[in-house]
């Protein structure tokens, strides 16, 4: 077959020059990957925002009820712990947000930079700088989102403690 591909002035497998082999699977996972983690900080990114959403309801709803004319005086002083921890709560909840987006942010110019290797050069350590900032700010985002979990638990002992009354009292006391 080489000669026939030869007399009909087709270069032969043996006459072509070797193409260098491309590794596809690791140029489309190096593609691909920082587009996943997009898609990933955005769903985490919907979360905060739904729980930043019910927080701020939830101190509206304390603060109608501290100014409520036949609140006591004993309940205004919970509410007014339960504000101070869902305010900070809340700010915690915000720092995870912004994290968030500054991972997005990281992972969007990880695939930029890798789009633009025709166009552009930048070293390679380059993206992955941007990719290792992305999963540092996701780590941070996830750190305040334990801690706002953390900070729910007082504000719900604190519930627990004007409804059920002090646990040291022994039970069967009626409030």
Do not use: W
Not at 93 to 99: I, N, P, T
């Amino acid at each position: 077959m080489p000669r026939e591909a030869r007399r009909l002035g087709r270069p032969s497998a043996v006459d072509r020059p070797s193409m260098p082999p491309i590794d596809t699977l690791p140029r489309i996972a190096s593609a691909v990957t920082p587009a996943v983690m997009v898609s990933a900080c955005g769903l985490i990114a919907l979360g905060l925002i739904n729980l930043s959403q019910a927080l701020g309801g939830r101190l509206r709803e304390l603060t109608r009820e501290h100014r409520a004319a036949p609140t006591t005086e004993a309940r205004r002083g919970v509410i007014r712990r339960q504000v101070a921890i869902l305010g900070h709560r809340h700010q915690t909840v915000s720092r995870a947000l912004f994290l968030d987006y500054g991972a997005i942010l990281a992972f969007a110019l990880t695939s930029l930079l890798f789009l633009g290797h025709g166009i552009v050069r930048v070293p390679e350590v380059v993206e992955g700088l941007f990719f290792l900032l992305g999963v540092l700010l996701l780590c941070g985002a996830a750190g305040f989102a334990i801690a706002a979990v953390h900070l729910d638990g007082g504000a719900l002992r604190l519930e627990q403690l004007d409804v059920l009354g002090d646990p040291r009292d022994g039970p069967g006391k009626d409030r």
